[in-house]
Structure formats: C-alpha cells, structure tokens
C-alpha cells in the first residue's frame, strides 16, 4: 500500500479538463511544499511535470496545472489531449523517509 | 544536454548480490543529489535510496525495504552514482533507474537497467 492515496483510474474526453488528486498527512503533503507530479506512459521512463506543488519545468506545457490543500495535492490537465494518456504519480517530501509516493492513476482520453 | 545511463542489470538468483552503475553527463555531478526508483513489472514507482551532494556531506536516506541490504554511493570525479544490492529476493524484479534530485523532486531520469532475481 502506498503512502499517498491517488485514484486508479480517470478519464476524460479531448478538450476537457481532468483533475488527479493526491492525499497524504501532515507529515509530508500537508506539511511541506515538496509535491511533484511525474507522466509516464507505457515503455518509458518518468517525466517530471509538476515539481514544488506548482512549478513547471521548462517544456512542459502551460496545460499542467498543480495545487494544494491540506493534506490534498491536486494535478489538472485542461484541454486534455491523446497524449496526455498515460500514468500519473504524485511525491512528496517526508520527514521521516525523504520521499514518498502515491499509487499512480491511469488517465484515459476517450 | 543532461543524460543518465544506467546499466549493470542482471539476471541472479536469490541471495546473490549485484552492482548497479549510474552514468551522468551534461552536467556539474556533484552539484546534484541522486536517487535511485524501481518498478517492478506493471506496478507502480517505488522510491528506494537518495544520496545528497558532498556540499551536504553526501549523506543517505532508504526505503524501509531495502534499508540494510542497499547502499548508495557517489564518485563525483567519475559522475557515476552506485546501487549495491545484497541480500537479492525475487520481489526484487524490477526496472532501476535513477534519477538527478533537485528540492525533493527528481528532474531528470535514465531508461532503466532490468534486475531479474529467479532461481
């Protein structure tokens, strides 16, 4: 079982807009700005897109969005394209073990 | 333009240990911590090891599953970052990569080396 809780599965349709969200304790979401959101799609290696809950890194389009509240960190994608398909995860910073991560979502552009 | 080649995986059995290698370039190594990820076949990313920059006296964190039988390492004169793993069990099959750090997020990542652990 994964230390930050995302849901298996979303979809949307293209042109959409989809939201992941990402739910842990105090003791890492909730307590610190060191969220990160990594795509990955089938075959290849992670990708950074969201990194310090909000910041984007150069190249990744303006379409990722990330947030937080509480102990919930939140990715959306809008104007969802086909290849935005693919897994989602989320990390955080942890006091306790430096790094934790969620389960991972499937996203599926209808 | 920033690389991470890993390589060293093997197919071994259980109990016998393995060395895996991490190859930086494009840029400064030893600015960067490292972290090391594995994912095992259809699973999902599993954080294991991360080793800070000398400037933070390369110091080094573990997952509880591989705490005591992983070691990560650094040679900045060579921008190489170590995994070696003792003890391997079959639970250990996955894909290893690793990963350039920066503020707890990882940046950058290699394409995987396949550790396979089978009698």
């Known amino acids: 079982q994964s230390a930050l809780t995302q849901p298996a599965s979303v979809s949307g349709s293209p042109g959409q807009s989809i939201t992941i969200s990402c739910t842990g304790t105090?003791?890492?979401?909730?307590?610190?700005?060191?969220v990160s959101w990594y795509q990955q799609h089938p075959g290849k290696a992670p990708k950074l897109v969201i990194y310090?809950?909000?910041n984007r890194p150069s190249g990744v389009s303006n379409r990722f969005s990330g947030s937080k509240s509480g102990n919930t960190a939140s990715l959306t994608i809008s104007g969802l394209q086909a290849e935005d398909e693919g897994d989602y995860y989320c990390?955080?910073?942890?006091?306790?073990?430096?790094?934790?991560f969620g389960g991972g979502t499937k996203l599926t552009v209808l | 333009e920033v690389q991470l080649v890993e390589s060293g995986g093997d197919l071994v059995k259980p109990g016998r240990s393995l060395r895996l290698s991490c190859r930086a370039s494009?840029?400064?190594?030893?600015?960067?911590?490292m972290s090391w990820f594995r994912q095992a076949p259809g699973k999902g990313l599993e954080w294991l090891s991360f080793?800070?920059?000398?400037?933070?006296?390369?110091?080094?964190e573990y997952a509880a599953s591989v705490k005591g039988r992983f070691t990560i390492s650094r040679d900045d004169s060579k921008s190489i970052a170590y995994l070696q793993m003792n003890s391997l069990k079959t639970e250990d099959t996955a894909l290893y990569y690793c990963?350039?750090?920066?503020?707890?997020?990882?940046?950058?990542w290699g394409q995987g080396t396949l550790v396979t652990v089978s009698s």
């Open positions: 990963t350039r750090d920066d503020r707890y997020s990882s940046d950058y």
């Open positions: 494009g840029f400064t190594f030893g600015d960067y911590a």
């Open positions: 080793i800070r920059s000398k400037t933070y006296g390369a110091t080094t």
């Open positions: 105090s003791s890492d979401v909730g307590g610190y700005n060191y």
């Open positions: 990390s955080s910073y942890t006091s306790s073990t430096i790094r934790v």
């Open positions: 310090e809950v909000s």
